[in-house]
């Protein structure tokens, strides 16, 4: 076993960040319950630079912070004017959760 020290850096989501000078703020809002299943964990809105999730009942930490790393990428693809790539939900997904992993693993 090593004795080198490693430590991981715990991700948090944050209440608010810049991209390319600009500011966003992100919001965790409670959801009526009779909101459907299938329902959006979270959405960006583009108009007032603002990530809001939606904490269901018993959701986990880990789906709430996947949930920031999706609406904080499709925020990027926004912010560079990729469009084809916003609109993409299956880029997104698989670029956020390889993002997820990065964040959860990196040991520094
Ligand atoms: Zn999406």
Redesign the pocket.
């Known amino acids: 076993m090593s004795t080198k020290k490693s430590c991981t850096i715990p991700f948090k989501i944050p209440k608010r960040f810049m991209l390319g000078g600009t500011v966003y703020d992100v919001v965790i809002k409670s959801i009526p319950e009779d909101v459907s299943a299938n329902a959006e964990l979270g959405c960006y809105d583009f108009l007032t630079n603002t990530i809001e999730l939606y904490r269901y009942n018993n959701i986990s930490k880990q789906c709430l912070e996947q949930s920031f790393l ?2 904080l990428t ?1 925020a990027i693809f926004c912010h560079i004017n990729d469009k084809e790539s916003y609109d993409n ?1 299956t880029k ?1 997904d698989m670029f956020s959760h390889h993002l997820y992993e990065f964040l959860k693993t990196m040991e520094v």
């Open positions: 999706h609406e499709h939900e997104v």
